[in-house]
């Protein structure tokens, strides 16, 4: 796997696509496919949508080089690599090389896939604490897991394919044994982070913060939900969430700013209304703490390297 070069080539004024993927088999809450591009043609396409979708992505290239872009990185794939795409997270990608491509896309509902005995791993991949970008640096760094999570994929592929007698069990086995090879291998202090977290109780107040971030919402709300206390509610919350309720609101209205810059046209002001952030000041604060820039630095520095990737295809087509 290449080294993850900067987002480039990003247009400012396209819409996001929310896609609705539709599970192939609804009781295992997955989609998975493969994608042939045997044309000669390659490059970024005109225009080049980017996307986003609930479920976690797992990308497979089989043969060829695909490219990726999210808002951190651009990123080169080649056969026998696999990279994570978070839930929500806004992507898009294109063939890179001339040769011809073969890839397996993996949608999956990863917290469909925890029963009693596994609850206690749930938060570790449902990304409301921890981060799924973690792995990618495992999937890059150790051929073990990388070969591993390929391999899985592919039997998941092949049994999805084959619909054998009880292919149902062996894509969930396939499944869990992914999820095991990626917790056991990282590197991170997991150990102390494995109790019941408890997200489930709290499922109903997240889905009210996420179909409200435009509006005001207070703690009372939230607490009307679920039927608690003020005092205990912020309490459970903490220790559920590992941070505060304003500070996982705020978290979520700086990620759909994210997503409004990555793909609009709206100005800044118009941006922090939509992401329920009123006053300015406070939205230039907020989204500089998980940024380390300002929301027009962040627009201006993917829109700079537009010209650095037009400088490598123009490079690669002569070549």
Not at 124 to 137: K, V
Not at 191 to 213: C, F, K, M, V
Not at 244 to 257: G, Q, T
Not at 272 to 279: L, T
Request: with cysteine; charged share 25%.
């Amino acid at each position: 796997m290449n080294p993850a070069l900067s987002p480039t080539n990003l247009n400012l004024t396209e819409e996001i696509r929310n896609e609705k993927v539709v599970y192939q088999n609804p009781l295992l809450f997955l989609k998975i496919w493969e994608i042939k591009h045997d044309v000669p043609h390659f490059g970024t396409p005109d225009p080049w949508s980017w996307h986003w979708h609930k479920q976690v992505e797992f990308l497979v290239v089989t043969q060829g080089q695909l490219a990726i872009q999210t808002k951190d990185a651009y990123t080169i794939l080649e056969a026998g690599d696999v990279m994570l795409l978070g839930s929500s997270q806004p992507h898009r990608t294109h063939k890179y090389a001339e040769e011809p491509l073969h890839q397996i896309v993996f949608q999956i509902d990863l917290t469909q896939h925890f029963d009693l005995s596994s609850l206690a791993y749930l938060h570790l991949f449902s990304e409301l604490t921890h981060s799924l970008e973690p792995f990618n640096a495992l999937l890059r760094s150790n051929d073990t897991v990388r070969t591993g999570a390929y391999q899985l994929i592919r039997q998941i592929y092949e049994e999805s394919q084959s619909r054998q007698i009880g292919y149902e069990l062996a894509i969930v086995a396939a499944i869990k044994h992914l999820l095991l090879l990626l917790l056991r291998n990282d590197t991170r202090d997991l150990a102390g982070l494995t109790e019941d977290s408890g997200i489930s109780r709290l499922r109903p107040a997240l889905d009210y913060i996420d179909e409200h971030l435009t509006e005001r919402i207070t703690v009372e709300d939230v607490c009307r939900i679920l039927n608690l206390s003020y005092h205990y509610f912020i309490k459970y919350f903490k220790k559920v969430m590992g941070l505060s309720f304003i500070d996982y609101v705020n978290y979520k209205r700086i990620k759909k700013a994210e997503r409004l810059l990555l793909t609009g046209d709206l100005s800044i002001m118009e941006i922090s209304y939509e992401a329920g952030i009123q006053n300015m000041a406070q939205f230039y604060k907020l989204f500089k703490r998980y940024n380390q820039c300002s929301p027009k630095e962040f627009k201006q520095r993917l829109r700079d390297q537009t010209e650095i990737q037009d400088e490598q295809l123009m490079t690669q087509e002569v070549e």
